[in-house]
Nanobody
Framework: QVQLVESGGGLVQAGGSLRLSCAASGSIVSANNMAWYRQAPGKQRELVALIDVGGNPNYVDSVKGRFTISRDNAKKSVYLQMNSLKPEDTGVYYC?????????????????WGQGTQVTVSS
């Protein structure tokens, strides 16, 4: 059974930093895009950052220059370094990944979500 488990959330003052981690477990044979989403209270979930299999990152405009997404393919993990945090960065952060398992000798790709980790930035 494939799972994504996030860690690293917490409470921080504005201007501070946090590092989120997400580790995939299970019989995974390959990973494609990996990403971080967030959902603020009363708002829709939004894509914050995505990194492709080649390590190329993309960010939502509001976090460019402050957040850095990275991945470790050997550890099946994705990370989000968040600096210069602002109160508007508050929300539940979710890890998302396209992962492959093997079924009947063939790769089967599915999209997976983590359970979420709370990030709260106080002013």
């Amino acid at each position: 059974q494939v799972q994504l488990v996030e860690s690293g959330g917490g409470l921080v003052q504005a201007g501070g930093s946090l590092r989120l981690s997400c580790a995939a477990s299970g019989s995974i044979v390959s990973a494609n895009n990996m990403a971080w989403y967030r959902q603020a209270p009363g708002k829709q979930r939004e894509l914050v950052a995505l990194i492709d299999v080649g390590g190329n990152p993309n960010y939502v405009d509001s976090v460019k220059g402050r957040f850095t997404i990275s991945r470790d393919n050997a550890k099946k993990s994705v990370y989000l370094q968040m600096n210069s945090l602002k109160p508007e960065d508050t929300g539940v952060y979710y890890c998302n990944a396209d992962l492959a398992t093997v079924r009947s000798g063939s790769y089967r790709w599915n999209n997976y979500w983590g359970q979420g980790t709370q990030v709260t930035v106080s002013s």
